[in-house]
């Protein structure tokens, strides 16, 4: 199985940023994503990375403002946040996709997100 664990959240004013880590427990050789939750919402993806890092994908609503990255030397995936927006504000998760034999899909606990206007 796979430990994953968000760190980075916090408070902060519309157009700042943010830089979220997620550290997992072992190598991970797959995708890996980033979604949100906020309140009375479904969760939602905010962006993906393959497992080697050159490819990824955004959400439409944070495409030009977020930045997905990963360092698999040190098993952590980051989401780089700018130009932040009150509606940017939700409970961050971390997600490491299935690899079909060593570890189901795996969730981290979450960070929270709050942007102030």
């Known amino acids: 199985q796979v430990q994953l664990v968000e760190s980075g959240g916090g408070l902060v004013q519309a157009g700042g940023s943010l830089r979220l880590s997620c550290v997992a427990s072992?190598?991970?050789?797959?995708?890996m994503g980033w979604y949100r939750q906020a309140p009375g919402k479904e969760r939602e993806l905010v962006a993906r990375?393959?497992?080697?890092?050159?490819?990824?994908n955004y959400a439409n609503s944070v495409k030009g403002r977020f930045s997905i990255s990963r360092d698999n030397a040190k098993n952590t995936v980051y989401l780089q946040m700018n130009s932040l927006k009150p509606e940017d504000t939700a409970v961050y998760y971390c997600?490491?996709?299935?690899?079909?034999?060593?570890?189901?899909?795996?969730w981290g606990q979450g960070t929270q997100v709050t942007v102030s206007a």
């Open positions: 997600k490491a996709e299935a690899d079909g034999w060593s570890y189901a899909d795996s």
């Open positions: 072992r190598s991970i050789f797959t995708t």
């Open positions: 990375i393959s497992s080697g890092g050159h490819g990824t």
